[in-house]
């Protein structure tokens, strides 16, 4: 077994994936760079609802406000895939069903938009065996996640983002190898309660 100086992409934590991939630029546009999503948006990441739904403990992973609309919201729901070992195994997509739940919560508390991203990471760093490569998910393994990755059940308000990043060499992960995004489909905006749009502007007073 290959000995790694790098962390896997695939153990990282969800919130510090997310964290990461907001502090890069040119990764950034992958989340923010939606149509339908204003430009000039500030985020706040994984704030927590309980000023919004009382009992309910849940939170929001990417909130999205223009300064000065904040009747124009757009919260992000966010779960992962991973892939990592030799050969490649997937673990289970439990958490997709469960991303639809609470991203269908988030459209019944009334925010402007609502969006399930999909974030897949892949860890090929043993399958790749220390090679200079950018290899990662076969044909036939894409092929059957994009099949698993569906918008069954989410509201219809509610769009859908699959993300693709790699980490097929031994590099800090985010720093190399493939990615990319794409839309399955786009969120249909609808009037904020007054409610949601006084909280969210709470969330960008500080």
Not at 38 to 57: A, I
Not at 68 to 97: C, D, M, W
Not at 127 to 152: C, H, R, V, W
Request: with cysteine; aromatic share 6%; glycine share 8%.
């Amino acid at each position: 077994m290959l000995n790694h100086e790098h962390a896997s992409i695939a153990v990282m934590p969800e919130a510090e994936l997310i964290a990461r991939l907001m502090r890069y630029p040119y990764l950034l546009c992958d989340l923010v760079q939606v149509h339908g999503i204003p430009d000039g948006c500030q985020h706040r990441l994984s704030v927590p609802l309980g000023e919004l739904t009382g009992p309910y403990q849940g939170d929001v992973d990417i909130l999205l406000s223009v300064p000065g609309a904040h009747q124009e919201a757009t919260a992000i729901e966010v779960k992962r895939v991973k892939y990592s070992g030799a050969p490649l195994k997937r673990n289970k997509l439990n958490s997709l069903a469960k991303g639809v739940d609470q991203a269908n919560r988030l459209a019944s508390l009334g925010f402007w938009q609502v969006y399930l991203y999909v974030i897949v990471v892949v860890d090929s760093r043993l399958q790749n065996a220390g090679k200079l490569t950018y290899d990662g998910l076969s044909l036939e393994m894409a092929q059957d996640l994009e099949g698993a990755i569906s918008p069954f059940g989410l509201d219809e308000r509610v769009g859908m983002i699959h993300l693709d990043y790699e980490q097929p060499m031994d590099r800090e992960p985010l720093t190399c190898g493939a990615g990319g995004a794409g839309v399955i489909r786009l969120a249909r905006a609808a009037a904020q309660r007054n409610e949601v749009t006084a909280w969210v502007a709470a969330q960008f007073s500080n």
